[in-house]
């Protein structure tokens, strides 16, 4: 069985633009490529840096695309964002030119309450976007972490439904196998697969919330949330 898979890089935090020409020596052509994750959560302090890193990698290939996951709106403004969270979005567009725009947003206590900004960052993040037709993604929770909860099926369905709903054209999942060596950060039987490399009942939530948006996500991708 021959499957269509894509992958994407991990330049992981080097933002030095003479790696740029390594990769595409070596994947440019690479049809499986799609691009490069460059960071994850970066504060403002960081985006010129980014930016530019972004900017030589869009000229050098231009069918590619640059991967940054930006923080949740509950993020700490002093300490994580470097200003409030509206500006540091605004700050984001401005300066970094990535293809899309992507958050994270894990608001499933273990008490069964949600972050109430919930749907707000959604719709700064969609209104924001929607001005210069930027697709967003959303990467959503599928375990436990810190203070989260393992969702149900039906709490992962509405998680990842609302977000769709909104106008999201990716969605992810935090995360697919449960990490190691964490410290007790993340619960040892959370996630889709667990160390032991066992399916959980999450996998096969995921498994049919994606089958699904696989059927409606032709009709989905070219419209816009207006």
Same mark, same amino acid.
């Given at each position: 069985? &021959?499957?269509?898979?894509?992958?994407?890089?991990?330049?992981?935090? =080097?933002?030095?633009?003479?790696?740029?020409?390594?990769?595409?020596?070596? @994947? =440019?052509?690479?049809?499986?490529?799609?691009?490069?994750? @460059?960071?994850?959560?970066?504060?403002? =302090?960081?985006?010129?840096?980014? #930016?530019?890193? /972004?900017?030589?990698?869009?000229?050098?290939?231009?069918?590619?695309? /640059?991967?940054?996951? @930006?923080?949740?709106?509950?993020?700490?403004?002093?300490?994580?964002?470097?200003?409030?969270?509206?500006?540091?979005?605004? &700050?984001?567009?401005?300066?970094?030119?990535?293809?899309?725009?992507?958050?994270?947003?894990?608001?499933?206590?273990?008490?069964?309450?949600?972050?109430?900004?919930?749907?707000?960052?959604?719709?700064?993040?969609?209104?924001?976007? @929607?001005?210069?037709?930027?697709?967003?993604?959303?990467?959503?929770?599928?375990?436990?972490?810190?203070?989260?909860?393992?969702?149900?099926?039906?709490? &992962?369905?509405?998680?990842?439904?609302?977000?769709?709903?909104?106008?999201?054209?990716?969605?992810?999942?935090?995360?697919?196998?449960?990490?190691?060596?964490?410290?007790?950060?993340?619960?040892?039987?959370?996630?889709?697969?667990?160390?032991?490399?066992?399916?959980?009942?999450?996998?096969?939530?995921?498994?049919?919330?994606?089958?699904?948006?696989?059927?409606? #996500?032709?009709?989905?991708?070219?419209?816009? =949330?207006?």
């Amino acid at each position: 069985t &021959q499957l269509d898979m894509k992958f994407i890089g991990n330049v992981w935090g =080097a933002t030095n633009a003479d790696r740029i020409a390594a990769i595409k020596e070596n @994947l =440019a052509s690479s049809t499986t490529y799609v691009g490069e994750h @460059l960071c994850d959560e970066p504060s403002v =302090a960081e985006f010129d840096g980014l #930016g530019e890193f /972004v900017d030589a990698y869009n000229a050098a290939m231009p069918e590619k695309e /640059v991967y940054i996951n @930006l923080f949740p709106k509950y993020a700490n403004a002093a300490t994580q964002l470097g200003t409030d969270y509206e500006d540091y979005i605004n &700050q984001y567009l401005e300066k970094v030119n990535t293809k899309s725009l992507s958050y994270d947003y894990y608001g499933l206590h273990k008490n069964g309450s949600v972050f109430s900004d919930f749907y707000s960052n959604l719709d700064l993040v969609r209104s924001k976007t @929607l001005d210069k037709r930027m697709p967003f993604w959303v990467i959503t929770q599928s375990g436990i972490a810190g203070s989260s909860k393992m969702p149900t099926g039906q709490e &992962q369905r509405w998680s990842v439904w609302a977000n769709i709903a909104v106008g999201s054209k990716g969605i992810s999942y935090f995360c697919y196998w449960t990490p190691s060596g964490a410290h007790g950060e993340y619960d040892d039987n959370g996630f889709m697969i667990d160390q032991q490399g066992n399916k959980n009942s999450m996998y096969y939530w995921v498994q049919k919330i994606n089958t699904d948006i696989n059927t409606v #996500g032709k009709k989905l991708l070219p419209c816009h =949330a207006d």
